[in-house]
């Protein structure tokens, strides 16, 4: 899986499959995590966020579970299609900041085979 | 809505040359940040900014400088450019209170020789 500050892990899945992208934080006073998409040669775009008092959050095809007690984070994206193929980065913001500064990953690669 | 937009997309410089990254945003957003992004690691806060008028250091700011005279813009200089600085240049912003939803802009990829 993915920790922020370490090397880009890959995924590869079938079409139709469902898919889980990991990823370690390491700070525990951030007050939401949340999961980017960049497709190849565009910005990144948000999917989905979880506030650090929750544990589950569900959107359309996607799911992020939070397990503070081993700072864990996971996206889980259901039914794979091939447009879900990129790099998902996860981000965690420090809730101490006024600007609410985020920290990224360095992302995990998806691909999925037709 | 246009979004955030840049520009240029993809510039070459040399060793010592200067360039501005031009970012902009039409939905009125209070707050603006740059990122660059290198090979095979995350996205790195170089300078962002909480209101027209106002910017602020990131993780990565040698060697860059931004203004922010209209709300809408965000500029990112580099005064004299390094080899170092290839990468690829985000442009983000956000409603007020440092949202966790960021949107960001297609990037501008930089290449100094």
């Known amino acids: 899986g993915e920790s922020v500050g370490l090397h880009l892990p890959t995924l590869s899945v079938q079409e139709g499959d469902n898919s889980i992208i990991n990823c370690a934080y390491s700070?525990?006073?951030?007050?939401?995590f949340i999961w980017y998409k960049q497709e190849s040669g565009k910005g990144p775009q948000f999917i989905i966020d979880?506030?650090?008092?929750?544990d589950k959050r569900q959107g359309q095809r996607v799911t992020v579970l939070l397990n503070k007690t081993v700072k864990h984070l996971s996206l889980q994206i259901a039914a794979t299609q091939p447009g879900d193929s990129a790099v998902y980065f996860c981000?965690?913001?420090?809730?101490?900041?006024?600007?609410?500064?985020?920290?990224f990953g360095q992302g995990t690669i998806l691909t999925v085979h037709p | 809505n246009a979004g955030v937009t840049q520009t240029p997309k993809f510039r070459v410089l040399k060793t010592g040359q200067s360039m501005t990254l031009l970012c902009a945003q039409d939905?009125?957003?209070?707050?603006m940040y740059w990122y660059r992004q290198d090979p095979g690691m995350g996205l790195r806060l170089i300078h962002y900014?909480?209101?027209?008028?106002?910017?602020a250091k990131g993780e990565v700011p040698d060697g860059y400088n931004v203004s922010r005279l209209k709300k809408q813009n965000f500029l990112l200089g580099l005064e004299s450019a390094a080899p170092s600085q290839t990468s690829v240049y985000f442009c983000?912003?956000?409603?007020?209170?440092?949202?966790?939803?960021?949107?960001f802009g297609p990037g501008t990829r930089l290449t100094v020789t």
């Open positions: 979880i506030r650090s008092n929750m």
């Open positions: 900014s909480v209101g027209e008028g106002t910017t």
């Open positions: 981000a965690e913001r420090s809730g101490g900041t006024s600007y609410g500064k985020l920290t």
């Open positions: 939905m009125n957003h209070e707050y």
């Open positions: 983000a912003s956000s409603y007020a209170r440092g949202g966790s939803e960021q949107y």
């Open positions: 700070n525990s006073a951030s007050d939401y």
